[in-house]
């Protein structure tokens, strides 16, 4: 959740929307805000395992919030962007995200609670987006074992079709390692179904054939 507008007081806000949502909802929530003390405040009455979105290779970032993850053992989102800003090379980004990890570890909180967010941009503006977003995904994969998340619609930004673009884009994302996506499950639910079962993830199509008989 994200309370972020022009004017808006988060650190008194983003409590109350806790509480809001608490109130109606046994679920586990991901708490967001640029503002540290925002999100410190919303996670001492929160209650439960939250999701911090999110950290990044920034030093200020690492110092400001792993402390509070660590305090309120919370996971974390860490976004492969530093005080360079975001690069174009996937080695790159898995050093950030290396980086990440090793100072979340040294802070103490747990390797399963480090989840990599790899950037997903979008290819209306750069043709070698995905290829670079895939690349990173799959070393994360590769070299760090971590879970992955992203935006997956955001590579469609400003293009028609972008459902069909999406599920393509989620398809080849999930081959290179991608485990948990920021998606409309109505919009993906199939493509990431027909993934797994190409994949070799579904035995005999079990999850596929009842996706399919569920929507009937």
Known sequence: MNVGFPGVDDIKLLPETVLAIRARFDIPLCIDSPNPKAIEAAL????????????????????????????????LIGLAMDDNGITHEPEKRLAIADKILDRAIKAGIKEE???????????????????????????????????????????????????????????????????????????ITAAVRATDLALGRDDFAVRFVEYFQSRT
């Open 44 to 75: 001492k009455i929160a209650g439960g395992k939250c999701l911090i979105n999110s950290v990044n290779g920034e030093e200020k970032s690492l110092k400001a919030l792993l402390p509070i993850a660590k305090e309120y053992d919370a996971a």
């Open 113 to 187: 609670d480090i989840i990599i967010d790899p950037l997903a941009m979008a290819v209306s503006a750069d043709s070698k987006a995905c290829l670079i977003t895939l690349e990173t995904i799959r070393l994360v994969h590769l070299k760090l074992g971590l879970n992955i998340t992203m935006g997956a619609s955001n590579i469609s930004f400003g293009l028609p079709g972008r459902e069909d673009l999406n599920s393509s884009f989620i398809s080849l994302a999930i081959a290179n390692g991608l485990t948990c996506p920021i998606a409309n499950p109505e919009k």
